[in-house]
């Protein structure tokens, strides 16, 4: 089993930021990638950003240029760092994590609220 603790989600003003992390544990071996999905309400889950074991990144276009995805591989964790927060920013962020074998991993989500 793998376990994904999200923290960091809140209320901020428009604008604001906020910082994000995930920490994995359990049977983490073999992770491709992990990364950043979003959920609002009345609407489908989307990507907003992942990052690959390598550092690769990659980014939903409505987010490039105010969030930043990192990652630190001793930690087994994720980071999303968002400035310049819009109300349409406002989810339910969750945390996945790919393993090499297909298998994917879903956290229990951290809500993000955008609003003055």
């Known amino acids: 089993q793998v376990q994904l603790v999200e923290s960091g989600g809140g209320l901020v003003q428009p604008g604001g930021s906020l910082r994000l992390s995930c920490a994995a544990s359990?049977?983490?071996?073999?992770?491709?990638?992990m990364g950043w999905y979003r959920q609002a309400p009345g609407k489908q889950r989307e990507l907003v950003a992942t990052?690959?074991?390598?550092?690769?990144?990659n980014y939903a276009d409505s987010v490039k240029g105010r969030f930043t995805i990192s990652g630190d591989n001793a930690k087994n964790t994720v980071y999303l760092q968002m400035d310049s927060l819009k109300a349409e920013d406002t989810a339910v962020y969750y945390c996945?994590?790919?393993?090499?074998?297909?298998?994917?991993?879903w956290g229990q989500g951290t809500q993000v609220t955008v609003s003055s």
């Open positions: 990052i690959t074991r390598d550092g690769s990144t």
């Open positions: 359990g049977m983490i071996f073999n992770i491709y990638a």
């Open positions: 996945k994590l790919d393993r090499r074998d297909a298998n994917n991993y």
